[in-house]
């Protein structure tokens, strides 16, 4: 039933007039692309058939120019890395073998583009997205994370984007009865007009509730359930996520999905209880691209066809045509393949939940998606042309010509690198200064937003290293997961950046005493047709498929997010990388900060320190970037989180944290505010030993590097593990519970400097709301 | 029945009170469309020894229950006003039927959260919540102060003792008119009350009120959070170490076995 005020463009009329000219411009499409789709058809296609195609061979929904690199991540593959991998890439999201018969499944999307328009429901829908694909593969999600980044933290739009992203990340989130379990945060002027919102979901499933979406079975029905289709997203993956900003063109808003997190909850269940009580073959999400994605994916991994009526579909708004009830993303919908036999169970267990269903059609053996429009047929495709056989380009990549400069242009050759604090006073002026700078201050004015504590799984949760929750209550069995990024240190080379995220979110699993899995990764970059960025691109994926091949970790999955770009001014490259790892009981989990009852352990430094301040937070703070990044080394960093996993299994440690953003000086001041807990430290051995001064031992960001905290009791057999393993570590001090302070001696004038907890703490949680409330 | 959970809790192997004539209370855990803490309400119960029975918001029969929880969660959605949906539910009716003290025991009902925020709407409780009055969704280690120990869920604790439990919630600030303030005050129905900052406007800091009998009560933390070393708030013995909420769940569970059993075991209930 619909108000038809426009005609309907069917595949006989679409061969009765061949010249008719179609927008394919409007949406989305390349000139040579519409010439494809006619050859594919031997005819032009219909508008219905047009809108399909626009939105499928979107660079969001298609990877046409990411798919040449990525291939990497599957040829890069060994069979250690593929032991405990269940499902890999390709399906709606990886998924792992955690032993007893548990799996898990993660994965990480961006949602940048909505987010920027339209922030509360950009990010909102982003995490119902990534949720969704969760849910499809059979498994009960069961947490979430978010890494977001945004433009200088004073400037104006700032303080419109933060709030509504954060508010739409928890509104959903926690509506969704998910725990977010951590993330990061990071300001820089290069995200002002494109902030990154990147959302991780985490399920888990029994081995045997592992399903896969696709139609099979000749006759088996096709069903679409959840909310009702409106015209909120139309083109949200063509026009809106695969196009850079440019102000001559109108408001976006209109692309951009509205969220209803109540309906997505009750689709949880819902879908919970179907795949239960086997009353589906397959379930897809309907994400970006809707009705047409989950159509023709469905069909294309299926074995046959699919024939549906199109006028079926409940509609929020009555006067949507065909076109645009193909591509609409309205959130909370799914689609399903039952047989004929479950079809009166199925319809109960949605009446329980109060889900509207309707009926489409079916699985067919003609091999074609056909869909009809009140008995006319507007689509006759073979259903992989849509969703697999996509435009592939080898996009041209070249070095970008002013990273020569750049990389030339070392911190340590600047004013402030030649100047760098001496003095007692100097350095601590210097450490509370850095680590009260936007990227290192307290987040919990976001994080607080967020419902860490429902389902009563969580183990740790931000600001500790990993977000840890446990599966299953009897065992303790659990999974530990960091996402990290270091935007910085791929701009001055992509490669080594990449591998540093890596790295990075590899060692805070560790840390937490989880042992590293599986990878997942949201790859956000600038234009793909500004050869420049495609050689980040390119560098960026090359350097990840070589970190995880060398780590040892599949990547199970991911999203590519290109475009992220105002005029010419494109962010730095920012591949963000999600670790899982892995417990066999959460209970041994390592916290990330000093306790009062650990009154007088000894703090030791694990790994080396060299004088690496280039792309450092330091450097940031003196308005810096350039250089080149620190140096990998993923041999050192697998040693190191052997050493951290041994030590949370013998119980060794009763605290850890990672060095990274804002080296020694961060981390020792996190690991003290964390329970207000002082410590005393001494840098003269460091500093002889690595050959470094005091400012650079306390700021260099050197990579595979952490701080751990032990009771005097284990400090011999910690020592021997360490040296039997080769791996480099110093006492740099104790745990000093009763001073409130964190105190700092060296070879330096004045002997040592002392930062006093509280005053610190006051400055350093009032960074954030003092720029974005008001 | 959708919400039983089939995973072995922990808490299930070994009661808490070790007292085996207290582990057959069953305590129904009420669960909505969009309700989210149930599974916790319910591992709270095992961890304290009781028996966590599932009950269904379309029901039209409580069943055989000893007492009732209405978890915290987005119930409808909470679109409208946090409750306001939910407090129409056939099971509601059947629960106010059985928490009216004037009808015989008065069956002990505990509001967590957006369980507190239905019982007012129900008119089980009075007052009501409004958004936070920073308009944010604010999630924190809450020191709570227990002001009336004489409730059928606040037996165990001592006069004014401080606990730590999460609070979590958007629309948690607790408004009435004075008279009903004055009221609760004088009548040492204020349960609950914020120590410290107050964090999100309520009137007279208030956390959590009871009916007059003291079998019904609501709070906007979270005791259910707080039951398990590991997996708590943060408190002086350390990370994630609080387990005061359990205090809540065992109070319940001993005065039901007062109240049926009596003082003497022997006696048997009937």
């Not at chain 2, 004539?21 to 969009?34: M, N, Y």
Request: with cysteine.
């Amino acid at each position: 039933m619909s108000d038809q005020d426009f005609s309907i463009d069917t595949v006989e009329h679409a061969s009765s007039t061949p010249d008719t000219e179609l927008p394919w411009d409007e949406l989305g499409l390349k000139a040579e692309e519409y010439e494809r789709i006619v050859a594919i058809l031997g005819r032009r296609p219909t508008a219905a058939e047009l809108a399909m195609y626009s939105v499928m061979w979107s660079e969001h929904c298609s990877y046409k120019s990411s798919k040449v690199h990525l291939r990497q991540f599957g040829e890069k593959v060994t069979e250690e890395m593929r032991r405990d991998l269940m499902v890999g890439i390709g399906e709606n999201a990886g998924v792992t073998d955690l032993g007893d018969g548990w799996a898990v499944t993660f994965k990480i999307e961006s949602h940048n583009h909505p987010s920027y328009v339209e922030p509360y429901q950009g990010a909102a829908t982003g995490v119902g997205g990534i949720v969704r694909d969760i849910i499809s593969m059979g498994a009960r999600p069961v947490a979430v994370m978010d890494a977001l980044r945004f433009g200088e933290i004073d400037h104006p739009d700032t303080r419109r984007v933060l709030p509504g992203v954060v508010a739409g990340v928890g509104g959903y989130g926690n509506s969704l009865g998910l725990p977010n379990i951590g993330g990061e945060v990071e300001f820089d002027a290069c995200y002002q007009d494109n902030p990154l919102v990147n959302a991780l979901a985490v399920g888990v499933m029994r081995h045997e509730d592992l399903r896969l979406a696709n139609a099979s079975g000749v006759g088996n029905k096709v069903v679409l359930f959840g909310a009702r289709t409106g015209g909120d997203g139309i083109g949200g993956a063509s026009v809106l996520a695969s196009e850079s900003f440019d102000d001559s063109k109108p408001s976006k808003r209109p692309s951009v999905q509205v969220g209803d997190p109540f309906s997505e909850k009750v689709l949880i269940e819902c879908c919970l209880e179907l795949f239960g009580g086997e009353l589906v073959e397959g379930i897809q999400d309907l994400g970006a691209a809707g009705i047409s994605c989950a159509t023709s994916e469905l069909a294309s991994n299926g074995e046959g066809g699919m024939h549906v009526e199109l006028t079926d579909v409940l509609l929020r708004d009555p006067t949507l045509t065909p076109g645009e009830i193909l591509m609409s993303e309205s959130q909370e919908r799914m689609m399903a393949v039952v047989t004929p036999e479950n079809a009166e169970a199925f319809e109960r267990t949605l009446a329980k939940w109060g889900v509207e269903y309707s009926w489409l059609g079916e699985v067919t053996d003609t091999g074609r998606l056909v869909i009809d429009w009140n008995g006319e047929t507007i689509v006759d495709v073979d259903p992989r042309t849509v969703a697999h056989d996509g435009p592939v380009y080898e996009r041209p990549y070249e070095r970008p010509a002013w990273l020569d400069a750049v990389q030339a242009d070392s911190f340590a050759a600047t004013e402030a690198g030649k100047d760098l604090p001496r003095t007692a006073a100097e350095l601590g002026t210097a450490v509370a200064e850095l680590v009260t700078s936007p990227n290192l201050a307290d987040p919990s004015w976001i994080t607080d937003q967020y419902d860490r504590f429902v389902g009563g799984n969580t183990a740790l949760s931000q600001p500790d290293d990993a977000g840890v929750i446990r599966i299953d209550e009897t065992t303790g069995l659990g999974v530990g997961l960091s996402v990290d990024s270091t935007p910085r240190h791929a701009y001055l080379d992509p490669y080594t950046g990449a591998q540093l995220a890596l790295a990075q979110a590899y060692r805070n699993v560790a840390t937490s005493g989880a042992i590293p899995k599986a990878v997942s990764d949201c790859l956000n970059f600038g234009s793909p047709e500004d050869p420049p960025i495609m050689w980040q691109f390119a560098e960026a994926v090359r350097g990840l498929a070589d970190g995880c091949r060398d780590l040892g970790i599949p990547v199970t999955g991911g999203n590519v997010s290109l475009y992220n770009q105002t005029g010419g001014n494109a962010i730095h490259p920012t591949p963000v990388v999600g670790v899982l790892g892995a417990f066999d009981d959460v209970g041994r989990r390592t916290p990330s900060g000093f306790e009062r009852w650990a009154d007088g352990q000894a703090i030791y430094l694990l790994g080396e320190t060299a004088a690496e301040l280039d792309g450092s937070e330091y450097a940031r703070l003196h308005g810096h970037l350039g250089g080149r990044p620190p140096q990998v080394d993923l041999q050192r960093e697998k040693t190191l989180g052997a050493v951290l996993i041994n030590a949370s299994r013998d119980g060794m440690v009763d605290a850890a944290h990672d060095l990274s953003e804002g080296g020694l000086a961060a981390a020792l001041v996190e690991m003290s505010l964390r329970f207000g807990v002082g410590s005393r430290v001494n840098l003269d051995a460091l500093c002889e030993r690595d050959g470094l001064d005091p400012a650079t031992a306390l700021f260099s960001e050197s990579a595979g590097r952490a701080l751990v905290a032990l009771p005097r009791s284990e400090e011999v057999r910690f020592k021997d593990m360490i040296t039997a393993r080769g791996l480099p570590a110093m006492r740099l001090g104790v745990v000093d519970a009763e001073s409130g302070e964190l105190e700092v001696a060296g070879d330096f004038e004045g002997g040592s400097f002392i930062l006093g907890l509280d005053e610190l703490r006051e400055i350093w949680s009032a960074v954030i709301p003092a720029h974005v409330e008001g | 029945m959708a919400q039983a959970s089939e995973t072995p809790l922990i808490g299930e192997t070994g009661s808490a009170s070790g007292e085996s004539a207290l582990d057959g209370a069953r305590i129904g855990v009420v669960t909505f469309p969009g309700t989210l803490d149930d599974r916790d309400a319910a591992r709270a119960v095992r961890i304290a020894g009781g028996t966590a029975v599932p009950l269904w918001h379309a029901d039209d029969a409580l069943g055989d229950v000893d007492a009732v929880i209405v978890p915290g969660g987005f119930s409808y959605g909470d679109y409208l006003r946090a409750g306001a949906i939910s407090r129409f539910a056939p099971l509601m009716r059947r629960i106010a039927e059985s928490a009216d003290p004037s009808a015989g025991a008065g069956l002990p009902v505990l509001g967590i959260c957006n369980g507190f925020q239905i019982l007012t709407e129900a008119h089980l409780l009075p007052g009501s919540m409004i958004k936070n009055d920073h308009l944010r969704f604010r999630c924190a280690d809450q020191v709570l102060r227990v002001e009336n120990t004489s409730t059928a869920w606040t037996a165990q604790f001592t006069d004014d003792e401080p606990i730590t439990v999460p609070l979590k919630n958007q629309d948690g600030q607790y408004v009435a008119d004075a008279a009903t303030l004055e009221q609760l005050e004088a009548e040492g129905r204020v349960t609950f009350r914020y120590v410290g900052t107050n964090p999100n406007g309520s009137r007279h800091d208030i956390a959590g009120v009871s009916n007059a009998a003291g079998n019904v009560v609501g709070l906007m933390p979270h005791p259910e959070h707080a039951v398990e070393a590991g997996f708590g708030p943060d408190d002086a013995t350390g990370m994630r170490s609080g387990t005061d909420g359990l205090t809540v769940f065992t109070s319940v569970i001993s005065s039901l076995a007062g109240s049926t059993a009596g003082p003497d075991p022997a006696g048997g209930a009937a």
